[in-house]
């Protein structure tokens, strides 16, 4: 029997080993099959993935209520279709947008008419070709012809999975008033567009002051309340509540002080400093200058 020998030289830690294979002649076939498979398992190991594909969609309406922007980006150069369609399934916009050449798309959609008359969620969908991870779908709520949710993004494009993202929402409130004044200025913030109901309570629960207020294009809202009358004679704390919708996201609270119908500023975190460290001071000044609180006998 013939016999041979095969030096093969391995990449271990960056160190070429080698090791010797004595084989006889009928074990040539034994050698070729155990190369094939390290063959192939080594272009396995060195073969690269292949490239993250997908589209992204944004729609924005913030300032602008009865406009959506649309944008996002896609790594295909054919063109994009975007459609929306109403609460009914009724189409009521559809376009092609051609992307550049950097992959980025952008158009407008204008909200409003008879298309648009009716409220709920429409859904926009962006689609190249047949669809896959090349077509992704968000909503946004129109209500009385004007879009009420500012902000809503998805994407494909991370590794070919579909994840959805939109911003931090909410409502936030804030009472300014000078100390004995009558009036009360409620102001605040909000990423919805809808309206806002504005209700003051009373110590013992019951309403004193209600009213809905629309927030300007930029999210912003304020109104004025004037305190004094029968219905503000009970003194103490009296809360103010905005609320957009039933959700807790879109509902703040705020409690200002009245006594005789007037505003009394709350005692707040700076006041309190004031005073501890007014305290510390006296107790500081006693213990050096050796002043005793009890008389001695």
């Given amino acids: 029997m013939k016999k041979g020998s095969l030096h ?15 084989f006889g ?13 390290v063959s192939i398992i080594s272009v396995s190991s060195f073969s690269f993935a292949s490239a993250a594909g997908g589209i992204s969609l944004t729609a924005s309406a913030e300032g602008r209520p009865s406009q959506i922007d649309i944008s996002g980006e896609t790594t295909r150069t054919s063109d994009i279709t975007i459609t929306v369609t109403a609460p009914n399934r009724n189409v009521v916009s ?15 959609i204008n909200v409003g008419g008879l298309l648009w008359s009716q409220d709920g969620f429409y859904k926009i969908t962006a689609q190249q070709g047949t669809g ?28 070919g999975r579909v994840a959805a993202l939109e911003p931090e929402r909410g409502l936030t409130l804030y009472a300014d008033a000078v100390e004995g004044s009558t009036t009360i200025t409620a102001n605040g913030h909000t990423t919805s567009f809808n309206d806002i109901t ?38 103490g704390f009296y809360k103010i509540t905005a609320q957009q919708g039933d959700g807790d996201q879109f509902k703040s609270t705020v409690q200002v002080e009245i006594i005789d ?20 001071s006296i107790i500081a000044v006693s213990a050096r200058s050796r002043l005793s609180i009890m008389p001695k006998y």
């Fill in 132 to 159: 896959g991870i090349f077509k992704v779908a968000l909503e946004v709520e129109v209500k009385g012809g004007k879009v009420i949710t500012p902000y809503a993004f998805i994407s494909s494009l991370e590794d």
């Fill in 94 to 108: 559809i376009a092609q947008i051609t992307p550049t050449a950097d992959g980025t798309y952008a158009d407008k």
């Fill in 198 to 235: 504005l209700t003051v309570k009373a110590p013992n629960g019951n309403v004193v002051s209600i009213a809905q207020i629309l927030p300007d294009i930029n999210g912003n809202f304020e109104k004025k309340i004037t305190t004094g009358g029968p219905l503000w004679k009970q003194d």
């Fill in 25 to 37: 002649k009928n074990h040539q076939k034994a050698v070729l099959v155990v190369l094939l498979t």
């Fill in 261 to 280: 119908g007037r505003v009394i500023p709350e005692f707040g975190a700076i006041a309190a400093l004031i005073l501890a460290v007014a305290i510390i």
């Fill in 8 to 22: 093969i030289y391995i990449n271990i830690d960056n160190r070429m080993e080698s090791c010797k294979l004595n």
